[in-house]
């Protein structure tokens, strides 16, 4: 029997873990060349999980090389692939990092999570104590799937004026999040086969979302402007195409109005939906937020939002816009879902962005999360000079270093690692890899001038252990 675990809380897909341990296994020789591993039903049985998860996992790592399956014979370890373990990192950094690591916090360069000290929580708490206090005992009764009227109404006229996102508040449904949103868009229009094509490198989440629903994901690479539209398959037929083009993740290009149109005119050639992911765009420095690609095609393109990143992330509050033709559909799909999102959350919200709170709010937030990113290019740029190279700043909170002479592969981010910092190489977000192995993605919204100076300064001293090894 293969010994597996599985951790559901964890940072990590169950996909992952699974593919993670098999893949430790086989290169440490725990698992033989040849031998044989248990059939996708039994291990599904065995970790009580489905059938697809098992399938994914040993899919990623038939893809990879590390097993072979034979027909009417089973799937086996590949030859070939025992690595003897070499220690990693050396015993003389650990022992150099340990106490570091020992006397101080780790610092995360996690990107997208706001400055939660921030929250307005005395004006959030003085609106719900008036919305509980006024509200009507109809209001604790079971409500409609797509949302409160009162949000989705001031939805449409914010998002139209700060966005030019066009839509009715009939189009709005109101979810748990970008991510019951990204479950609808995956439960609306894909079935087993699809192709879909994604930006290349793109949220891995987002990927496995979309591949447990059986798609088949068509990856079209990305540059310093987003999508690159001139590699859109001719021969292929998608079910949809799903990008970020107010600032794309991970990279932070904006999609110029150019490969708009040209999104546009192939899915109009297709017949297929485009999924427009805004996740950030109200934290752009210069200058208003982008104006939306939904407001050149409302019929054509699903537009996905969220107050995650403007609020917090536990709100769980996002919303769906959605071509006409699709709506009772998602309607019904989020009602068998979970019937509906927190009613008092959402009329709280309403009241939020009704008495200006929202636009404030935003505003305040954009001059603190300015003033960060600008004081982490100024301690990048001094502590690495012509040896990074930083873009993607304009919008949100995050930006990408490349370093050009440096690959973030697991021994080196092993030494980042033990110096008390953690950081988030984009190989991990891309499909084809070995395309952005020397490119980190560096979140600085949660983090205080403070600790963006003691991070940069750890990753320098990471760096400079690196660099004694070669």
Known sequence: MLCLSITRSSDLSIIRQIYQQIRERILNGELRSGEKLPSTRELSSQLSVSRNVILEAYDQLLSEGYIVSKRGSGTFVAEGIYL?????????????????SQDHLIIDFRSGLPSLDQFPRKTWARLAYHTWSEASSTLLEYDHPEGRIELRELLSHYLLKTRRVVCRPEQIIITSGAVQALSLVAQLLITTGDKVIIEDPITQDIQTMFKAAGADLYPVPVDHHGMNTSFLPASLDPAFIFFTPSHQFPLGGVLPIQRQV???HYARKKGCFLVEDDYDSEFRYDGSPVSSLQGLEPERVIYIGSFSKILSPALRLGYIILPSALVDRARMIKRY??????SMDQLILARFINEGYLNRHILKMKKIYKRRRDYLISRLK???????RLYGYSTGLHLIAEFPDLVFDSHNLAIIQQMGIKVYPVEEHAIQKGMHAHRLIIGYGHLTLEEIKEGVKRLESAWKNIQAER
């Not at 003897?84 to 570091?100: F, G, H, N, Q, V």
């Not at 879902?337 to 927190?342: A, E, F």
């Not at 001094?382 to 990074?388: G, L, Q, S, T």
């Open 84 to 100: 003897k373990k070499d220690p990693l990192p050396s015993a003389s950094i650990i022992r150099r990092t340990e106490e570091a």
């Open 382 to 388: 001094a502590a690495f000079k012509e040896k990074v």
């Open 337 to 342: 879902s979970d019937l509906h999102s927190s």
């Open 262 to 264: 040209q999104l546009i």
